[in-house]
């Protein structure tokens, strides 16, 4: 099977183009080390031919890792003999961004003796406007094919498949042109004078995007219209995913309730239901909020708004060390991390993702909340303050919501500001693409496509660590007394680690089980505590609580310890698969697990000072 | 006085004379190819509150660019009439 690669400058319409080209069917590869995202399709019209989509990219002169590791890759490419013909596509409505990437990919192509053709791409744009590309004069100038397409539309795109197959049959030949031994800076000065020779006259383009700049990026519209979209794009995580989430967990619990009688023995009963259906549902679950997530942000950058945002939220982020383009994912982030930690691909230094991945799950997430609300229930009075307009609980609520999102910019801060640079960092330099309606199709395959990444790389282990989990608290007494559990027992051993913040072995247990996800909190302590569906009505297990002899200051403790603490295993699957790091995700555990500890004893014993 | 791109205000146009020996020259080669060279008009679309990066026009391309870039790119004012 022979391969024709599609290479391009971002914004060029290359994905839209890969997706008609093969019919959205392309799989997602990742290339060891960094993460870049490599589309692989059989074309739909030659079903013999691959195509490879490679990561947009300004320049074949890399000035990150990143960046690197796609220009050495098509480097290495264009040496594989599989390798029949290369496609660049080029934005026809700014030619001049997009000639000096095609100058360097023609001549690298003649170098290694491959036949390339330039892909005009949105050329309708410029027919709506009665704009025009001198096609001729460019492919004669390139002394290459150029040919004007448009992927939304699909025009040209025969053309394209006719071009392909006159090459395979050898029709083409590899021009040897004055490009083949031009450096790089000589490319620059011939891609600004072919683009004001050959490229489209007027600026018809640049006043509608103009226009509606005015009012996305000014204070008071713009910021209307920030929080307006941001409002949305929270509502989308939290509250129209929910029905498919319980969607989900009801239909798993219904399956449950079928297939659990089948079986004879109480261990079976028990591994189905709980080890089994318990660990699908562990990561099934997240699986609407990830597509909702992915649709909704997808919808926001093909539309072009994302860079807007990026820039509207770039100047206070970066006190923190962070970009513009860290404040989506810290949001989803708020409401879950993993959907969260997807979003920050969108991040294009790595530096600044990487310390996007270290705030991210120090957002307060929507697990962390039945905890809070247990803690908080259980130890701070439900009094009012200001004639009923300040609620106690209210305020300690927001307190440790605050709580999360301020640890989680403080770790940036002075991470970024005490690490040495380990990536070469890219400046804030963002390109403002023009505004468009995106299209549906491709919209739902990306989330479609980030659901399934979910469920096949994180779902394996989330899996496993919810049978570890369920078999040491089942043996060796067949789930009867959770005390007297292997995980019981482990409890036990751990309790001196907790013992300093004023935590028996039964808050243990439930910290360790919290490690599944940190709901399981709640579960655990009404287990133990003898309740049944803790985790559905609190208040029986809230007086358990505050029954037994735990103090403010240990309540308080708790409370910091699990807005700190990275114990979700979830979480951490995601982050080792998304940053191709293991090591990232260890360090990043461990880290916040000391730092948890360390606040916990602290805000302890300050407690313990007022009487607490 | 040495104007720099980050000292243009919205509307204002300039023609780019080069850049400070302060950027690297990754960055440096990076703006050129996104079309600021020497020689290049650029004008100011938008300036934000707060600081915040600020709106160019290069070419027909948008882009906006931080302080930590703009302010090392040397530029003169253009006139109405330039």
């Not at chain 1, 074309?43 to 990561?55: C, G, N, Q, S, Y």
């Not at chain 1, 982020?317 to 404040?327: D, E, I, P, Q, V």
């Not at chain 1, 080792?576 to 602290?602: C, G, I, Q």
Request: hydrophobic content about 50%; aromatic content about 10%.
């Amino acid at each position: 099977m022979s391969k024709v690669i599609l290479i391009g400058s971002p914004n060029s319409g290359k994905s839209l183009l890969f997706n008609k080209l093969t019919g959205l069917h392309h799989k997602v590869a990742n290339f060891p080390g960094i993460t870049v995202d490599v589309g692989i399709g059989r074309m739909r019209a030659m079903t013999d031919v691959e195509l490879v989509d490679f990561p947009g990219t300004y320049s074949l002169q890399a000035i990150s890792a990143e960046e690197r590791v796609a220009v050495d890759q098509f480097e290495r490419a264009l040496d594989d003999p599989e390798v029949a013909h290369v496609l660049c596509v080029i934005d026809a409505t700014r030619l001049e961004k997009s000639l000096y990437f095609t100058l360097q990919v023609i001549r690298d192509c003649e170098r290694h003796g491959k036949p390339v053709t330039v892909l005009a791409n949105m050329i309708d744009v410029l027919d709506n406007h009665k704009l025009a590309l001198d096609v001729a004069g460019l492919a004669a100038e390139l002394e290459t094919p150029v040919l004007p397409v448009s992927a939304r539309s699909g025009k040209g795109l025969d053309a394209v498949v006719s071009q392909l197959r006159a090459s395979a049959g050898g029709a083409t030949r590899v021009p040897r042109s004055r490009l083949v031994d031009s450096p790089d800076v000589l490319l620059r000065g011939t891609a600004h004078q072919l683009a004001r020779r050959f490229g489209p006259k007027g600026d018809i383009l640049i006043r509608s995007q103009t226009r509606l700049d005015s009012f996305f990026l000014s204070s008071l519209t713009g910021g209307l219209a920030f929080f307006a979209i941001m409002y949305l794009l929270f509502q989308s995580i939290f509250t129209w995913s929910a029905p498919a989430m319980d969607a989900v967990e009801g239909a798993l619990a219904a399956m449950a309730d079928l297939v659990v009688p089948l079986f004879g023995s109480q261990l079976a009963r028990d591994f189905t239901s709980d080890a089994l259906f318990g660990g699908i549902g562990a990561f099934l679950v997240f699986v609407p909020q990830i597509f909702v997530l992915t649709f909704v942000i997808g919808l926001l950058e093909d539309s072009g708004y994302l860079a807007r945002a990026a820039l509207i939220c770039h100047k206070p982020l970066r006190l923190f060390g962070l970009t513009g383009k860290s404040f989506i994912p810290m949001l989803s982030g708020v409401a879950c991390a993993i959907p969260g930690i997807y979003a920050a691909r969108a991040i294009d230094s790595p530096r600044k993702r990487l310390l996007t991945y270290m705030a991210i799950p120090l957002m307060p997430c929507s697990a962390r909340l039945p905890v809070y609300t247990l803690l908080i229930a259980a130890f701070i009075p439900a009094d009012t303050a200001l004639g009923g307009l300040v609620g106690w609980q209210g305020l300690a609520m927001f307190c440790i919501y605050f709580f999360g999102m301020f640890c989680g910019l403080l770790v940036t801060g002075v991470v970024s500001r005490s690490s040495e640079d380990h990536y070469t960092d890219l400046p804030f330099v963002l390109e403002l693409p023009p505004y468009r309606v995106p299209g549906l199709p491709p919209l739902l395959r990306n989330a479609w496509n980030r659901s399934k990444h979910f469920v096949t790389k994180a779902g394996k282990i989330i899996f496993a660590v919810t049978l570890v989990i369920w078999v040491l608290g089942y043996f060796p007494n067949y789930g009867t007394d959770l005390g007297a559990s292997w995980l019981g027992t482990l409890g036990h051993i751990v309790e001196p680690v907790f013992a300093p913040l004023g935590l028996d072995w039964r808050y243990a247990v439930a910290i360790l089980t919290s490690f599944l996800a940190r709901e399981v909190f709640v579960g655990t302590l009404g287990t133990i505590f003898g309740i049944e569906s803790a985790d559905e009505n609190m208040t029986p297990l809230v007086q358990q609580i505050q029954a037994s002899d735990l103090s403010i200051g240990s309540g308080l403790a708790l409370l910091v310890f699990f807005a700190i603490a990275l114990q979700c295993v979830s979480t951490l699957a995601i982050l080792s698969k998304e940053s191709a790091s293991r090591s990232l995700a260890l360090k990043m555990f461990v880290a916040y697990l000391l730092l948890a500890y360390a606040a916990a004893l602290a805000i302890f014993h300050i407690a313990g000072l007022f009487g607490g | 006085m040495n104007l720099t791109l980050w000292s243009l205000k919205a509307g204002q146009r300039c023609e780019i004379l080069g850049f400070d020996q302060v950027l690297a020259d990754n960055y440096r080669t990076r703006m050129m190819e996104f079309g600021f060279h020497p020689g290049e008009t650029v004008s100011c679309v938008q300036s934000l509150a707060f600081g915040a990066p600020k709106v160019y026009r290069v070419s027909n391309t948008i882009f906006s660019l931080d302080e930590e870039v703009a302010s090392h790119l040397q530029v003169r004012l253009l006139g109405d009439n330039e």
